[in-house]
């Protein structure tokens, strides 16, 4: 199957500093990908829909300043987390799909886990 | 009310067994049905779909829909160790971009 990736697999920081997450589709280009954030024991919650040079779609209750999304190109986004703070820890998940056809797999990368203090 | 519904577990069976995990729904304009397999701290894996009502099977997993109960099962046949992981269903709508609602997630634990 396709591979997606995730940078960092994980971070800490700081109350109020930004962090990038970086969602690279390898092997495939992908019109659009998805980011996710899951709490512990919990499912994965929609954040974001991205596809390549143009705006993300967010889903309600998503702050668009606070998680700012940039799909510059067919195998990269990224997500900044900005002016983060504890309650921001969470998982993050990316995912990326391709083509046109009527169902698309979408290929989930392995997740990076933020941790604000 | 959650659009997708799924018992939370663990379900813990021995090696071998059969492990039966579903999910229900309320949308009846969901048209593809996933399951996915999650291991801790990592992203979640596709292992079926489907888009009708009935059985299909791949390998050692069978995926059921029932379209007029709102119900659809997974079946993982001669479990391992190995199948220990949290397993997602999850649903989309072609008009809606596919967008994926998953359920909770079921915790499965097979042991040796």
């Known amino acids: 199957g396709a591979v997606v990736s995730q940078h960092p697999s994980w971070v800490i920081c700081k109350s109020g500093t930004s962090v990038k997450i970086e969602c690279r589709s390898l092997?495939?280009?992908?019109?659009?990908m998805f980011w996710y954030r899951q709490f512990p024991k919990q499912s994965l919650m929609l954040m974001a829909t991205?596809?390549?040079?143009?705006?993300?779609?967010?889903e309600q209750g998503v702050e668009k300043d606070k998680f700012l999304i940039n799909h510059a190109s067919l195998t990269l986004s990224t997500l900044t987390v900005t002016s983060a703070h504890p309650e921001d820890s969470s998982f993050y998940i990316c995912?990326?799909?391709?083509?046109?056809?009527?169902?698309?797999?979408?290929?989930f990368g392995p997740g990076t886990r933020l941790t604000v203090l | 009310q959650k659009e997708v519904e799924q018992d939370p577990g663990p379900l813990s069976v021995p090696e071998g067994a059969i492990v039966s995990l579903n999910c229900t729904y309320s949308?009846?304009?969901?048209?593809?049905f996933m399951w996915y397999r999650q291991y801790s701290r990592k992203g979640p894996e596709l292992l079926m779909y489907?888009?009708?009502?009935g059985n299909k099977e791949d390998g050692r997993f069978t995926a059921q829909v029932d379209k007029s109960s709102k119900y659809i099962s997974l079946f993982i046949r001669d479990s391992q160790p190995s199948d220990s992981a949290t397993y997602l269903c999850?649903?989309?709508?072609?008009?809606?971009?596919?967008?994926?609602?998953f359920g909770g997630g079921t915790r499965v634990l097979v042991k040796p």
């Open positions: 489907t888009y009708s009502s």
């Open positions: 949308n009846s304009a969901f048209q593809y």
């Open positions: 092997d495939f280009q992908a019109t659009t």
């Open positions: 995912s990326a799909r391709g083509g046109l056809a009527v169902y698309n797999e979408q290929f």
């Open positions: 999850a649903m989309s709508i072609k008009a809606a971009g596919n967008k994926l609602t």
């Open positions: 991205s596809n390549e040079g143009s705006k993300a779609t967010y």
